[in-house]
């Protein structure tokens, strides 16, 4: 069985939850007692000065990195209207990281990469996706991340859940010297 992870790095972000990814990805490869034999990682595009670094060390074969296939998404500039005052202002969001990971999710099924997927998120957007996954292309899908951040309705699209938390002190990223 050919073991394939997307990770929503958002939702890792947001978490306030650091990870050391090369323990997280043998940890899961523990858990599961397979190999992963691909990993996405997908993230909006926060500060490239301060994590061009990061990314490279991602992208970085065994033993040095992950060796990670990295999706970077731009921030997303939105115009709005102030209630109070009536000025205009602009400012970056975070966006479109969902879309790319359900357009990855039915990219790499199409493309028979692989036959369980471990879904890092919480989102509940994905439990569409996952179900259409294993009814219509008859793949495993486990949801993985934090207790209280997955959403139920993913939980429940899932064939099963693996929590973060725990093993979480074995993977934690060690704070930088």
């Not at 000025?87 to 970056?92: N, R, T």
Request: proline residues 3%.
């Amino acid at each position: 069985m050919r073991h394939l992870m997307l990770i929503d790095g958002n939702y890792l972000f947001f978490s306030q939850k650091r990870l050391d990814f090369l323990k997280f990805k043998k940890r899961i490869e523990q858990v599961l007692q397979k190999k992963i034999v691909e990993t996405h990682y997908v993230e909006n595009i926060l500060d490239p000065s301060k994590q061009q670094n990061f990314y490279t060390w991602l992208q970085s074969a065994e033993p040095f990195g992950p060796h990670f296939q990295v999706h970077l998404v731009p921030m997303r500039e939105v115009t709005l209207k102030c209630d109070h005052c009536g000025k205009w202002s602009s400012k970056q969001v975070v966006d479109g990281v969902e879309g790319k990971l359900g357009v990855l999710m039915h990219k790499l099924t199409y493309q028979d990469k692989f036959d369980r997927l471990i879904l890092v998120s919480g989102d509940a957007i994905h439990a569409e996706t996952v179900r259409s996954l294993k009814d219509e292309y008859k793949r495993k899908v486990v949801a993985c991340g934090f207790e209280g951040s997955i959403s139920v309705e993913l939980q429940n699209a899932a064939d099963f859940v693996i929590w973060i938390d725990k093993f979480y002190a074995d993977v934690a990223r060690s704070a930088a010297p």
